[in-house]
């Protein structure tokens, strides 16, 4: 993490992936109103999507940057009383209209990238959060609000978030700082690449730490990073990998990742691990360590989970290894990704017995 990421997390609400996760369907479940800030590409409005999903709520997606604040009053109308009076009225259009149809569905606006909105567009929603209104037309009881932005250090257009209208999100205003576990856990449930996802926890910074640039081109990050195996899994020729990649990640860090790439081909067979637990092959070198580590937590079951402890008892003794990475760091690794991968094995006397002897590591 970068010394700026570290002033941030010290002097900012801020929750990682799983935390906000849990946070905002415990928002979307009591009405709360919230506001998720943080740099691009970290999740914030899939976050959303999944959190509407798992209560099975629907939900809309409106980008007040291209709204102007008329849109928050409605379109002008005239029409006849029953008497031929004739009468104006402005009335909800777009997405607007769903929020004042009555229904006993759960609706959820979320408003992404509020921060690009100018001020007046953010005064015009202010109707939305407090007075629960349109024009004066009400909000249905079922519609609740999310917001998201990035901060203004991000060279992403926005100009912050005025003063009133910030103290209507009574869910608050928390700041989305990822971490290197949740991302691990998130790409094992999407099935990226074994590999990638044993260079993120060789270079966790790839997670954790971005800059902006004012030049042409991509930097790592959960979203770039996902890019980059969802090539992998759609077959991309690895010839056209270099170039590729280069436009998700930029260059350093493409090579950075394809160089670990080629040590990770070097691993042993995990199942000749898992055959011969007592005397299969322990690598020194670190990033074949990590892939070793994520290879085998793929394939960990129920079955087999005996053998793979009995292996890294062999390399574990709470010590380092010559580069000076804890032998620790390597299992405690491991086990994440397997229970991601399988909850199951969380329950056979093999875990609890690993974890009983080695309390004074993971407790």
């Known amino acids: 993490m970068s010394k700026r990421e570290k002033e941030i997390r010290s002097n900012l609400p801020t929750m990682n992936q799983d935390q906000l996760g849990a946070y905002v369907r415990w928002c979307l479940q009591n009405m709360k109103n919230l506001l998720v800030v943080g740099r691009p590409g970290i999740g914030k409005t899939d976050m959303f999507k999944q959190a509407c999903r798992d209560l099975k709520y629907k939900f809309l997606i409106a980008h007040p940057a291209v709204h102007n604040p008329t849109h928050y009053a409605g379109l002008g109308w005239v029409f006849q009383t029953d008497d031929g009076t004739p009468r104006a009225e402005f009335i909800p259009y777009g997405f607007l209209r769903e929020l004042v149809t009555t229904t006993n569905e759960r609706l959820v606006l979320v408003l992404d990238d509020l921060g690009q909105a100018v001020n007046a567009v953010q005064s015009a929603a202010m109707q939305l959060f407090l007075e629960r ?15 998201a932005t990035n901060r203004r250090e991000d060279r992403a257009a926005v100009g912050g978030i005025i003063e009133p209208l910030k103290s209507r999100f009574d869910g608050g205003i928390i700041h989305l700082q990822p971490e290197l576990d949740p991302w691990c856990k998130w ?8 590999w990638l996802i044993a260079y993120a926890r060789f270079k966790p910074e790839v997670i954790t730490d971005w800059e902006a640039s004012a030049d042409l081109v991509n930097s790592a990050c959960p979203r770039t990073l996902a890019f980059v195996g969802e090539a992998v899994n ?15 990640i ?12 080629r040590y990770a081909k070097q691993i042993p067979n995990p199942d000749e691990i898992i055959l011969h637990p007592n005397d299969a092959e322990i690598p020194s070198q670190p990033e074949i360590q990590y892939a070793l580590t994520t290879a085998l937590a793929v394939r960990s079951t129920e079955r087999n989970f005996d053998a793979v402890i009995k292996y890294f008892d062999r390399w574990f003794d709470g010590g380092s290894f010559a580069d000076g990475i804890p032998k620790s760091e390597f299992v405690l690794a491991y086990f994440k990704d397997a229970i991601v991968r399988n909850p199951a094995l969380k329950q056979t006397n093999a875990y609890v017995q690993w974890f009983v002897k080695h309390s004074d590591v993971y407790i």
């Not at 790409?187 to 074994?194: F, I």
Request: proline share 6%.
């Open 133 to 147: 209104a349109i024009n004066t037309i009400p909000i249905s009881d079922t519609v609740s609000f999310l917001a």
């Open 187 to 194: 790409a094992m449930a999407h099935r990226m690449p074994v």
């Open 234 to 248: 759609d077959k991309l020729p690895e010839d056209m990998w270099q170039s590729a990649f280069s436009g998700m």
């Open 250 to 261: 930029g260059v350093g860090r493409t090579a950075e990742m394809l160089a670990f790439y």
